[in-house]
């Protein structure tokens, strides 16, 4: 079983960047498919962007596509999703996931284990 814990959220003004962390801890994070996913007040869980195992392969949500990056250093056992051009609509509590899956995945019922969740607050 694997343990996740974000970090890196906070409260930033539209425009500007945050960079968020997973760490992984009780087994090797290179095991899984990753994901993060995010939800918002009164909203359901949104998937955000995934990786495979290796980090050759990943997926984001056309939502985020072009402004936010997703990426993995397995070696560090940490998952990493770069958020730029941050846009109030981007509020919400962001949660990293992981899958024993075969390729990715955008359903939230594919991801077997989640972190807390790290809040981003993004100002008009």
């Known amino acids: 079983q694997v343990q996740l814990v974000e970090s890196g959220g906070g409260l930033v003004q539209a425009g500007g960047s945050l960079r968020l962390s997973c760490k992984a801890s009780g087994r090797t994070l290179s095991t899984y498919v990753m994901a993060w996913f995010r939800q918002a007040p009164g909203k359901e869980r949104e998937f955000v962007a995934a990786i495979t195992q290796n980090g050759g392969n990943t997926f984001h949500a056309d939502s985020v596509k072009g402004r936010f990056t997703i990426s993995r250093d397995n070696a560090k056992d940490t998952l990493y999703l770069q958020a730029n051009s941050l846009k109030p609509e981007d509020t919400a509590v962001y949660y990293c996931?992981?899958?024993?899956?075969?390729?990715?995945?955008?359903?939230?019922?594919?991801?077997?284990?989640w972190g807390q969740g790290t809040q981003v607050t993004v100002s008009s």
């Open positions: 996931a992981a899958g024993i899956l075969l390729g990715l995945c955008s359903q939230y019922r594919c991801y077997n284990y």
